[in-house]
């Protein structure tokens, strides 16, 4: 059964920060991986997409890697600005039209 | 609108009653998922329908649940005799279908409170 992980659960971090979410998944065959950005209250907010066969993908600050034979991801923010502060959650897919699982989500604060 | 429709935003309900949650997915979108989402967790897979067929619905936590798409559009997620853990967030996502490594777009979900 595939279980995603990410740590830490929270992190606070002054503005202007470089900083490093983690995500692991413990069954590789996986078909893509996720990062998504939730606001309190809100639905989930796509923000970059790997496709299994990718190393990496990168969106303006945001820049996520995938290691699909170690089961790894990361989600690298730069500069980070308190416009940041969210929950941000890391999905995998097991086929092309399969549904996500999730991990937990990492809370973020970033402090001006 | 553009994006994916979920109402009500929030249901209150007491122990016992039956509930109905709407999703208007984004227009022409082939798949649609029900997520549950718990307090401080991640979101859960309930079911999960192309067009009008329920394809998966191995993640329903019991037979009191029951989704409907009846015309490959909207989507109805139903409880029947809400008990007080049927409390979370349910998210509805749709996506394009049939086009390889598209995102799922997700709604801002109804908080359901049962009392």
């Known amino acids: 059964k595939q279980e995603v992980t990410q740590i830490p659960a929270a992190l606070s971090v002054p503005e202007g920060e470089n900083l490093v979410l983690n995500c692991s998944f413990t069954?590789?065959?996986?078909?893509?991986l996720q990062w998504f950005r939730q606001d309190p209250g809100k639905g989930l907010t796509s923000l970059l997409l790997?496709?299994?066969?990718?190393r990496e993908q990168t969106s303006g600050r945001l820049n996520a890697s995938l290691d699909k034979s170690s089961g790894r991801s990361t989600l690298y923010i730069a500069a980070s600005q308190p416009g940041d502060s969210a929950t941000y959650l890391c999905?995998?897919?097991?086929?092309?039209?399969?549904?996500?699982?999730f991990g937990k989500g990492t809370k973020l604060s970033v402090k001006p | 609108g553009a994006g994916v429709s979920q109402s009500p935003r929030y249901k209150v309900a007491k122990r016992g009653q039956d509930v109905a949650l709407r999703c208007d997915p984004i227009?022409?979108?082939?798949?649609l998922f029900w997520y549950q989402q718990a307090l401080g967790q991640g979101p859960e897979f309930l079911t999960y329908?192309?067009?009008?067929?329920?394809?998966?619905k191995s993640g329903l936590p019991s037979d009191r649940f029951f989704a409907e798409r009846p015309e490959g559009s909207v989507s109805t997620l139903k409880i029947q005799r809400t008990q007080q853990e049927d409390s979370a967030v349910y998210l509805c996502?749709?996506?394009?279908?049939?086009?390889?490594?598209?995102?799922?777009?997700f709604g801002d979900g109804t908080r359901l409170s049962i009392l």
């Open positions: 996502a749709s996506s394009p279908g049939g086009i390889p490594n598209q995102p799922q777009h």
């Open positions: 069954d590789s065959a996986i078909y893509n």
């Open positions: 790997i496709q299994s066969s990718q």
């Open positions: 999905a995998v897919r097991r086929g092309s039209q399969g549904n996500l699982i």
């Open positions: 227009s022409g979108h082939v798949s």
């Open positions: 329908f192309q067009n009008e067929a329920q394809l998966d």
